[in-house]
């Protein structure tokens, strides 16, 4: 089954801004909304967009979403060493005649330097 | 304040078979889709499988279908993951997720995970 290809890693200094890139397929990006997951050292995911570009409350408007074609764009801005974590972002895929199937994105990892 | 706790995980031989639960409490667990998504050890989230709100359909990913089955107890606030023919590269944490999105796909909350160890 695919997956959404990210960058391994990104890094910046504390208060600068990092983007992280999701490629995927007129199947699953192209076609579906994109959802995106921050997971912290040792936690589970946690949901941080919803729909391409909606937060869910309770997360800051330092995170933002974007779709493009079959691709979508993580940003931070304002980089908090908090920040550091593994990103994922995911979505459902229709290629499969009769069914679907979720695939989250290959993840990246955070550095705050 | 929704919450989701899984339980049954631990270490298992190849070919053996193993029963998780996810209880699920502060949601209406009824009128929403739930997930299996693991992750193997030092690697990335892997989708495993999805059940409708009242269990009418049902998808798997690849390398586990036929071999796991997802159901639900709506009475029970329950979901449950039913690992068979169990192989070294089923190990991994395995979280349980609640589809939050009516069919859009995002996964809010999530369960803190339990862990599946395969090894003879």
């Known amino acids: 089954q695919s997956v959404l290809t990210q960058p391994p890693s990104v890094s910046a200094a504390p208060g600068q801004k990092v983007t992280i890139s999701c490629s995927g397929s007129?199947?699953?990006?192209?076609?579906?909304?994109v959802s995106w997951y921050q997971q912290l050292p040792g936690t589970a995911p946690k949901l941080l967009i919803y729909?391409?570009?909606e937060r869910p409350s309770g997360i800051p408007d330092r995170f933002s979403g974007s779709k493009s074609g079959t691709s979508a764009t993580l940003a931070i801005t304002g980089l908090q060493t908090g920040d550091e974590a593994d990103y994922y972002c995911?979505?459902?895929?229709?290629?499969?005649?009769?069914?679907?199937?979720?695939?989250f994105g290959t993840g990246t990892k955070v550095t705050v330097l | 304040q929704a919450q989701l706790v899984e339980s049954g995980g631990g270490v298992v031989q190849p070919g053996r078979s193993l029963r998780l639960s996810c209880a699920a409490s502060?949601?209406?667990?009824?009128?929403?889709?739930m997930h299996w998504v693991r992750q193997a050890p030092g690697k990335g989230l892997e989708w495993v499988a999805v059940?409708?709100?009242?269990?009418?359909?049902?998808h798997y990913a690849d390398s586990v279908k036929g071999r796991f089955t997802i159901s639900r107890d709506n009475s029970k606030n329950t979901l449950y993951l039913q690992m068979n023919s169990l192989r070294v590269e089923d190990t991994a944490l395995y979280y349980c997720?609640?589809?939050?999105?009516?069919?859009?796909?995002?996964?809010?909350?999530w369960g803190q995970g339990t862990l599946v160890s395969v090894s003879s």
């Open positions: 997720a609640r589809d939050a999105s009516g069919g859009s796909g995002w996964f809010d909350p």
């Open positions: 502060g949601i209406i667990f009824s009128s929403y889709g």
């Open positions: 059940i409708w709100y009242d269990g009418s359909k049902k």
């Open positions: 007129t199947s699953n990006i192209g076609n579906n909304y």
């Open positions: 729909e391409n570009n």
């Open positions: 995911g979505a459902w895929d229709s290629s499969r005649s009769l069914s679907v199937f979720y695939v």
